[in-house]
């Protein structure tokens, strides 16, 4: 059907950036929402940012100000700009995705999930 497959992942020191991407590929009819979500050791998974396929955006308060979402509708692939990262957005993070496959309904999708570690 659809795979989202995630990519820019990495160790970066304190106040550095990093750029995700997800790319949808497969049997992708329509996108109507994609977004991050991140899951730290020990914690349960929350939602990092997120867009519409309009382009309404919503963030995190504790990412707000740091991190950028934006979309490329031509290529199905959403990115995430993190900025002055910190030690406490050490986390696996997972691209989400609300899409119409052909031939299917409307489903969530999820990436396989890359590791960002912030440290020094």
């Known amino acids: 059907q659809v795979q989202l497959v995630e990519s820019g992942g990495g160790l970066v020191q304190p106040g550095g950036s990093l750029r995700l991407s997800c790319a949808a590929s497969?049997?992708?009819?329509?996108?109507?929402?994609m977004g991050w979500y991140r899951q730290a050791p020990g914690k349960q998974r929350e939602v990092v940012a997120a867009?519409?396929?309009?382009?309404?955006?919503n963030y995190a308060d504790s990412v707000k100000g740091r991190f950028t979402i934006s979309i490329n509708n031509a290529k199905n692939t959403v990115y995430l700009q993190m900025n002055s990262l910190k030690p406490e957005d050490t986390a696996i993070y997972y691209c989400?995705?609300?899409?119409?496959?052909?031939?299917?309904?409307?489903?969530?999708?999820w990436g396989q999930g890359t590791q960002v570690t912030v440290s020094s």
């Open positions: 989400n995705a609300e899409i119409r496959a052909l031939g299917y309904g409307v489903q969530h999708y």
């Open positions: 497969g049997s992708v009819f329509s996108v109507y929402a």
């Open positions: 867009i519409t396929n309009p382009g309404s955006t």
